[in-house]
């Protein structure tokens, strides 16, 4: 088995929960290496195209707003690349089912997650389903300097005056 990466994302209610520490402690059982890690303000955009595999769903616009964090006034997630042996399967392992009322019990899922009253499923931890996903989703929240090993092949290129805050 080779090193794969996965994206891990902890939502705005296991941020709003204080859950942070429990979920990073319980995918620390994986042994597997972080190798980016940071907190997003999710656009529309960024949210639209993470779940645009579900744009036709009843749900999507529930959805966008979920990972968005205005459902949870907590409008932050945190993104993490987890990397290593077999990393897909051991983080989705630990996850548990999307739906936290199928999760089992033990999986992080199980343990925090809950279905609103609107059937949005609260399951406070995104993990990629597949390596394909992974890379798609892992291009989509992170940029190739973020990354502290070479996952994809990255080019340089020179920008001209782009734009950036600076501390003053």
Not at 97 to 104: G, K, L, V
């Given at each position: 088995m080779t090193n794969q990466a996965t994206l891990v994302l902890i939502k705005p209610d296991g941020l709003k929960k204080s859950l942070t520490g429990n979920i990073l402690s319980r995918?620390?059982?994986t042994k597997l290496e972080i190798v980016a890690a940071k907190i997003v303000r999710v656009s529309k955009e960024l949210a639209e195209e993470h779940y645009r595999h579900l744009k036709?769903?009843?749900?999507?616009?529930?959805l966008i707003k979920y990972l968005r964090g205005e459902l949870h006034n907590r409008r932050k997630v945190m993104a993490l690349i987890y990397w290593g042996e077999d990393a897909i399967t051991k983080c989705r392992q630990l996850a548990g089912?999307?739906?936290?009322?199928?999760?089992?019990s033990t999986s992080i899922r199980g343990s925090y997650g809950r279905?609103?009253?609107?059937?949005?499923?609260?399951?406070?931890?995104?993990?990629?389903?597949?390596?394909?996903e992974?890379?798609?989703?892992?291009?989509?929240?992170f940029q190739p300097?973020?990354?502290i090993v070479n996952l994809y092949p990255a080019k340089e290129v020179t920008e001209?005056?782009?734009k950036i805050k600076t501390w003053g």
């Open positions: 995918l620390s059982e036709d769903k009843p749900f999507f616009q529930d089912a999307t739906n936290p009322e199928e999760a089992d279905i609103t009253t609107s059937g949005v499923y609260e399951n406070v931890i995104h993990v990629s389903s597949d390596e394909q992974a890379k798609r989703e892992i291009k989509l929240w300097d973020e990354i001209k005056e782009k």
